[in-house]
Structure formats: C-alpha cells, structure tokens
C-alpha cells in the first residue's frame, strides 16, 4: 500500500531554472528531518529558460517530485491553482522558486501548525526587496485590505504552510481570478503569523514589472470587492451636495451682477466635473461587466501540456 502523502510542496516556476537544483536539495534535507512521505510539485509557467528540462530531470532522480508544464503562460496565482488541484498531502506549503522564501523555514511553519493552527503564514520581517517594490507593496495592500474586507499584510506573500480542508475550500471558490492570498484570507480557518528569514533571489529579477502590478492590482480589486462602485455612489453623493452648493453660490453672485459673462463659470465646472465623472463611472461599471462575462464563459483557468 502506497504511504499517505503528509505534506505537499507546491512551486510555481517562471525564470529560475538556475535555483531549481539547489532549491530541491534544499529541500529534500528540510523535509527529511519531518517526513519521508513527501510531494515536490513543480509547475512550469511556460518559463523562458530551461526550467522543464531541469523538472524532467529531478522527477527522474526522486520520484517524489512532479512536474506539471503548462501549455503558456497564465501567471503565477494560477500556477498555484494547479498545484492544489493535484497536491494529495494533508499540508500544503506554497512557495516561489527564486530561493527568497528559504527552505528550512518550513519546519518553523510546521511545528507551529501542530499547535492547532490550520494556516501558517510566513511574515518576512527584512524583505530583501528594493525600496521602490517595498513603497508598492505596502500602498497595494492597504489598499487591497480596505477594498476587499480582508487582513492584508505587504509582509506576507504566498509563503506557508495551509492543511488541507483549508485547500479544498479555497478550491472551492470558483472565481475567474485567481489571488491565493485574498482566497486563503476569505475562507476563514484557524490562521497564525510566523516571522521567517527572507532572501535575496537566487538570480534573474522579478516578472511583475510596474504595469504587471498595476494590472494584477485592478484585476484583484474588483474582482473580489464591490466597494469601488459604493465608493462611486458615495462620490455622486458629495458632487451633488456640492453642485447644490456651488449652485446657491452662484445664484447669490448674478444677483449681485458680479460676473460679466453669465452662466461661464458654472458651465464650465459643471460640464468637466460630471464629464469626468460619468466617464469614471462607466469604466467601472464596464470593468466589473467584463470580468462577469469572463466568469459566465467558464473557460478552464489553466491548460496542461504535460505532467510528469
């Protein structure tokens, strides 16, 4: 009888094919010391670099590691999606490929789960990020904490350790887009902070480029929050008291005959302000009926090319 996976490593892979190496030794000693019935899933997103024919060539010297290789690339979030559809440990640790979240920090992660805790989230104290991706980070989250309702820490990425009723509710939410961590915040579950070790990447930089950010931040805000539009409400609201306003004002001034070209100024205000407005408006509400209709066409969030 085949032994129960216990735990579940899943990495997403795109632009480290040089770390991969060194990131499953890394590995395999760390995990050793709590179990041998453990799982390496690779997923493969279309890396440029030779990153598949290093997970080719690992899956065959440890049969432990799995490679899933998909057909292009469809990002990091969905990588992970895959992974859990095909992790069978009872944990799942999730984590990048570029050696910053550090392998022997899993067994801190672990020890702390055992305490009763059915997430474990790994908080990097001393990012080694540079100070422009620091500043970003820090906005995008408090942002995102305000518009999605959920906890958010620019501390705290992907990195940690989830059982497994946690990851088959996250893959029970069925949304188009994919944030790992929004979902695992959204679900609930008994969930813990634990500070860890951050380093810097092993080689290359990172693929999220500043408009990547951009993207990936409007995506992930309207698409599990509907706060914009009430902000929109709430910003209709106040342009009208202050129309009204600015309207008594200006009734008030013609009959002291102050203006010498009548009605210039409240024409002009009024047609940039709610022409500003309105086409704010609508690109909102046309951003959320876009990503309905991507939702109803219920087309596969991932396509797999090979597994291995």
Same mark, same amino acid.
């Given at each position: 009888?085949?032994?129960?996976?216990?735990?579940?490593?899943?990495?997403?892979?795109?632009?480290?094919?040089?770390?991969?190496?060194?990131?499953?030794?890394?590995?395999?000693?760390?995990?050793?010391?709590?179990?041998?019935?453990?799982?390496?899933?690779?997923?493969?997103?279309?890396?440029?670099?030779?990153?598949?024919?290093?997970?080719?060539?690992?899956?065959?010297?440890?049969?432990?590691?799995?490679?899933?290789?998909?057909?292009?690339?469809?990002?990091?979030?969905?990588?992970?999606?895959?992974?859990?559809?095909?992790?069978?440990?009872?944990?799942?640790?999730?984590?990048?490929?570029?050696?910053?979240?550090?392998?022997?920090?899993?067994?801190?992660?672990?020890?702390?789960?055992?305490?009763?805790?059915?997430?474990?989230?790994?908080?990097?104290?001393?990012?080694?990020?540079?100070?422009?991706?620091?500043?970003?980070?820090?906005?995008?989250?408090?942002?995102?904490?305000?518009?999605?309702?959920?906890?958010?820490?620019?501390?705290?990425?992907?990195?940690?350790?989830?059982?497994?009723?946690?990851?088959?509710?996250?893959?029970?939410?069925?949304?188009?887009?994919?944030?790992?961590?929004?979902?695992?915040?959204?679900?609930?579950?008994?969930?813990?902070?634990?500070?860890?070790?951050?380093?810097?990447?092993?080689?290359?930089?990172?693929?999220?480029?500043?408009?990547? !950010?951009? *993207? =990936?931040? $409007?995506? &992930?805000? %309207?698409?599990?929050?509907?706060?914009?539009?009430?902000?929109? @409400?709430?910003?209709?609201?106040?342009?009208? !008291?202050? *129309? =009204?306003? $600015?309207? &008594?004002? %200006?009734?008030?001034?013609?009959?002291?005959?102050?203006?010498? @070209?009548?009605?210039?100024?409240?024409?002009?205000?009024?047609?940039?302000?709610?022409?500003?407005?309105?086409?704010?408006?609508?690109?909102?509400?046309?951003?959320? @009926?876009?990503?309905?209709?991507?939702?109803?066409?219920?087309?596969?969030?991932?396509?797999?090319?090979?597994?291995?």
């Amino acid at each position: 009888m085949r032994n129960k996976v216990l735990i579940s490593i899943i990495i997403p892979v795109y632009g480290c094919c040089k770390s991969l190496r060194l990131l499953y030794e890394r590995l395999e000693k760390t995990l050793s010391t709590i179990t041998e019935n453990f799982e390496i899933i690779m997923i493969n997103d279309a890396s440029p670099d030779n990153s598949w024919s290093v997970i080719q060539e690992l899956s065959k010297k440890d049969k432990r590691v799995k490679g899933i290789n998909f057909s292009r690339n469809f990002g990091q979030h969905y990588a992970i999606t895959a992974g859990i559809d095909y992790a069978q440990g009872d944990w799942v640790v999730v984590m990048d490929c570029d050696l910053q979240d550090q392998p022997e920090e899993i067994i801190k992660l672990y020890n702390k789960a055992q305490e009763g805790y059915d997430v474990v989230l790994a908080q990097r104290i001393e990012r080694e990020d540079s100070f422009f991706k620091k500043i970003g980070s820090k906005i995008f989250y408090k942002v995102l904490s305000y518009l999605t309702g959920t906890e958010q820490d620019a501390s705290i990425a992907n990195f940690g350790i989830y059982h497994k009723k946690v990851i088959n509710a996250v893959k029970d939410m069925n949304d188009y887009l994919k944030y790992f961590p929004v979902m695992v915040r959204w679900v609930g579950f008994k969930l813990a902070v634990m500070p860890v070790k951050h380093s810097k990447r092993y080689e290359g930089e990172s693929s999220y480029s500043l408009f990547k !950010l951009l *993207s =990936l931040s $409007i995506d &992930v805000m %309207l698409s599990f929050s509907d706060k914009p539009l009430k902000i929109v @409400v709430k910003l209709g609201f106040f342009i009208s !008291l202050t *129309s =009204l306003l $600015i309207s &008594v004002i %200006l009734f008030m001034l013609a009959l002291l005959n102050y203006y010498t @070209v009548p009605g210039w100024a409240s024409t002009m205000i009024t047609l940039w302000l709610l022409s500003g407005l309105i086409m704010m408006i609508q690109g909102i509400v046309g951003i959320y @009926v876009g990503k309905t209709f991507d939702q109803t066409k219920n087309r596969p969030t991932y396509i797999i090319k090979e597994i291995i």
